[in-house]
């Protein structure tokens, strides 16, 4: 790799080209400058520079690798260096017809250079249930363990707060930056279990701890644990997870357990863009916990925006977010997603279902897309990723190219999290054969795909509906949260 | 509007994944197994008690098994490490067996694409029939699914309309 030479102008392309702008130029050029075949003057040179250029941009890695070291040279412009995307569509050319039909694409989102030191501060604040069901298998005291963690992986210029609540809530460790850690500590071990569980109040001192170190150039991160379902106060909840998002303030929230209620914290987890997680046993809170605030700490860009310009005819149909769980998309405000933050080393990927009605033959614009935000090492201005896609529309399509398969993937276990959700809207509604019917339709789709387990689990809750017409607490988290992590052991989807 | 092979569904055009039953609409017609005429197939069931299913089990050591093609001639040698799936690959629904019968044929002889697996147990081999669409035969004899059988070196295993024979040492 020679950083000296310019391997995008020896391709003639733009240092924004995505990968397949790059296969596509440089297989003109090769045929163009092919010693063999043409009578360019100094064929072969040309030839052998781009040859040389699509070596390293051809290569994800070491396209990297260059562009980080062109950058730190000045060589490359650094203002739209912080993302990078790859879309991948479902057809290239679609078929000329009155109906509408459907189009996937998956947008794939990620940082495009390393971030090295650079990092945004942390202000967490920990809100932790205290009720005395905490005590039960030793909850309490991983939580405290896990608590001491996040204490001592506290960097300079963090701020850091716990609060505990059961029928109220107190301030145990007040935010402070970067205060005494033993102190701190200590205080988290004096936590003793007592009452019972209201969210709200915990939610609420914890939102006040976050204001008082509240930075607009800060990750301002609530995490809540709690093993109860609380009474009364969910409407106040969902309404502070809104006002959060609205302050720049994500929540985290942690299940423990199965009395818990998942529907309540994962609606504040998406409303508020965080994220929700099931811990059935105690043992693993200390490792979901530092996952996260290590996941927190990494953020690059705290509410990546995707925007959507329809040309007529085409819409937005559905939307989700493949990672870090499948998860569906408020599609309310139409063509600008909040997609929530995107980490360093974690690409963000994003499906979209789209409807494109009667087009005329020829080469078409179907829609623009632009994803952006404030990013961590970007300036006040953030970063913006702008493209244009273009279909080609045939009045007779005759032979099919093939789909690519970490869309078919992607897709196929969408489908089956859009089975789960059928079952669960259904049971809401009191359909219970409709949901029975949906669990084993699933089940027969898990097994065909080796997720032995989970296709166990639905298999089981289904019979467990039909002789009772309910499911277990404990089955209904493990389909629900199981399923929606269909996307975490899968390369191909996110890569 | 494009109907699902498999449930009857309605789909918008360039919808991939029915999502009444799961299945990958392009393809979701020919990658499903479709059942034989019972006239092409052999008639008679096998006896899983006749050969010995229940004797003493010897020490277990990874033995290698050739399975021979009978159309193609092609052969496979395989390790018994815990258990060898037989069937056809589809990538789509994620199934991936130990065994791709595809290239020899397996669509056309009404090979599922989860068909039979092979275990060892002791010192000896069993075939089972895991609900293929038409069956498993050993011997020209019909297994019970789920049903465990014992191989002999040189068994001709029949799934489907496709011929295999089993070697082992």
Redo the contacts between chains.
Sequence with gaps: MDFDKDYYRALEISHTATAEEIKRAYRALARRFHPDASDEPNAAERFRKIQAAYEILGDQRQRGAYDRKRREMGLLPTEDAALAWELTVSRQTLPCIKEEQVLYLMVDIRPAAAMGASRLPLNLCLVVDRSTSMQHGRRMDQVKAAAHQIIDDLREGDAFSVVTFHDTAEVVVPAHLGGDKIQAKAKVSAIRPRGGTEIYQGLMTGMQELNRRRRLKAVNHMILLTDGQTYGDEQDCIALADDARRQGVGISAFGIGEDWNDKLLDTIATRSGGVSAYIDTAARVRRLLRRRVRGLSKTHVQDLKLTLRFHESARLDEAFKLSPYIQRVDTSASDRLSLGALEADRPLSVLLQILVGSQPPGRQRILQLETGGDTSIGGEQGQRLVQELWFHCVENLTSESEVPANLVSALGKLAIFKMQENAYDALDIGDTNKACQKLEVMATNLLARGELELANAARLEAGRLARTGSLSPTGRKKIKYGTRSLMINDTGGLR | ?IECPSCGRQ????????????V?L?TGGPLRTEPLPEEELPASRANPWATGAGEAEAAEKTAMLRVIMGESGRQVQLPVVSEIYLGRLD??????PDLDLTADGGLEGGVS??HAKIHQKGNRFFIEDVGSANGTFLNGQRLTPYLPHPLQQGDEVQLGKLELSVEFD
């Design positions: 509007m789909h918008r055009p360039g919808t991939l994944f029915c999502s009444e039953c799961g990958y392009p990538a789509a629904h994620g199934i991936f694409r989860r």
